[in-house]
């Protein structure tokens, strides 16, 4: 292998390794998201205990909108991950196709349509729990104190 050859099968790679970078700044993100939920469930669990019923009902409501947060958060982490190692076996399967001179076009193609299919779908679970958090906070202000906008 001639050293142009090896330049030329970095400079493919570098793309990969830079969505990696990006996704795990995004997982960091949500898995920040995910720890205040489960923080925040756990201190809402403790306060259900000796509340009046308008209160206990306003708590259970919450607690249940938490639980919904947990696991599209959950499925979000998800599917970031497996983005991470599609870019992961596209990379080597970027550095084996030159280093090899394998004809592997098509898995190289169907692994970044994977790859870039999953981060869609983790982003949009992402923003729907963005969208679910924002329903919690609703329960916690008074009706006239917030727009549905």
Same mark, same amino acid.
């Given at each position: ?9 970095? !400079?493919?790679?570098? #793309?990969?390794?830079?969505?990696? =970078?990006?996704? #795990? ?8 998201? +995910?720890?205040?939920? /489960? ?22 409501? !919450? ?14 982490? @998800? ?7 599609? @870019? ?17 076009? @098509? ?12 981060? /869609?779908? =983790? ?12 329903? @919690?906070?609703? +329960? ?10």
């Amino acid at each position: 292998m001639l050293l142009t050859d090896l330049i030329t099968m970095l !400079q493919l790679s570098i #793309g990969p390794v830079i969505l990696i =970078s990006g996704v #795990g700044l995004i997982l960091l993100s949500m898995t920040n998201r +995910l720890g205040r939920v /489960v923080d925040r469930s756990r201190l809402l669990s403790r306060d259900l205990n000796g509340t009046l019923d308008t209160d206990r009902i306003r708590i259970l409501a !919450q607690l249940r909108i938490f639980s919904s947060r947990a696991n599209i958060i959950r499925a979000s982490i @998800a599917l970031a991950i497996l983005s991470i190692l599609l @870019a992961s076996l596209l990379i080597i399967s970027l550095f084996l196709g030159t280093l090899l001179k394998m004809g592997i076009a @098509a898995l190289i193609v169907i692994l970044f349509i994977l790859c870039m299919l999953s981060l /869609v779908f =983790s982003l949009i679970l992402f923003l729907v729990d963005i969208n679910l958090s924002l329903k @919690a906070l609703w +329960l916690d202000i008074p009706p006239e104190g917030h727009s549905d906008a």
